[in-house]
């Protein structure tokens, strides 16, 4: 199996990433599962309406949304609930686990609140990591990565976070993508990952501000 071409988008805003850019980090962290708020909801139907065209020339053949309640949401604003094409929910590509905005809600109370999404892969009722290791979200990577190459579809959408999808890359900053970013890689059989420099949306315009401050 040849070579494939990932866009990677990262979840619309959640009241944790507004408190995070507040400096209010205890307040964040202590946000279970929160959801998008009007902005986040907003920036993904923004990327929405901008992938729309991208997505003709794209060819798009699947999607793949860690189970947390922001990616989900983001999945359903920037895709539809109804798509010509399959979505699957996976735990590994979760964002590493620091607190509790980053664990998730359990599979019975996530897969009823989205009936209309698959959870199949999702083995147990707690499917998240407390207090993640770096060791374990690299191996994550590196599990996430067998499991793209390991599918039959060669052009796949990923909806994930922001630490995850900067180990994903190897970008050695602290989160190189802003909220609802979107952004095409070439992942060949060896594991790596390439900047294709095809896709590139940003909807966040007040991300490079929040990263500089």
């Known amino acids: 199996m040849g070579k494939k071409e990932i866009l990677l988008i990262r ?9 995070f850019a ?33 997505l003709r020339k794209f060819d ?28 699957i929910v996976s735990s590994i590509p979760t964002e590493m686990g620091h607190g509790e905005c980053d ?14 999404r698959d959870f199949s892969l999702i083995e147990s009722e707690e499917w998240w990591t407390d207090l993640e290791t770096q060791e374990h979200l690299e191996q994550r990577v590196e599990d996430f990565k067998k499991f793209l190459n390991s599918r039959p579809e060669s052009r796949i959408a990923v909806v994930s976070h922001g ?27 060896d594991g790596t990952l390439t ?6 949306i940003r ?3 007040l991300w490079e501000k929040w990263q500089k401050s």
């Open 11 to 19: 979840h619309g805003q959640g009241d944790h990433n507004r408190l």
């Open 60 to 87: 798009l053949e699947l999607i793949i949304t860690s189970p947390m309640r922001r990616t989900l949401m983001t999945t359903d604003h920037v895709f539809g609930k109804e798509t010509s094409y399959p979505v």
């Open 103 to 116: 664990y998730g809600s359990k599979k019975t109370q996530i897969s009823k609140d989205f009936p209309h």
């Open 163 to 189: 630490l995850f999808l900067t180990e994903l890359v190897g970008i050695g900053k602290f989160c190189a993508f802003g909220n609802c970013d979107c952004k095409q890689y070439t992942l060949s059989k």
């Open 195 to 200: 900047d294709s420099e095809e896709i590139f």
């Open 22 to 54: 507040e400096n209010r980090t205890e307040e964040a962290l202590a946000l279970r599962d929160p959801a998008l708020n009007d902005i986040g909801i907003q920036q993904a139907e923004n990327l929405g309406v901008k992938l729309k065209e991208q």
């Open 203 to 205: 909807v966040d315009n």
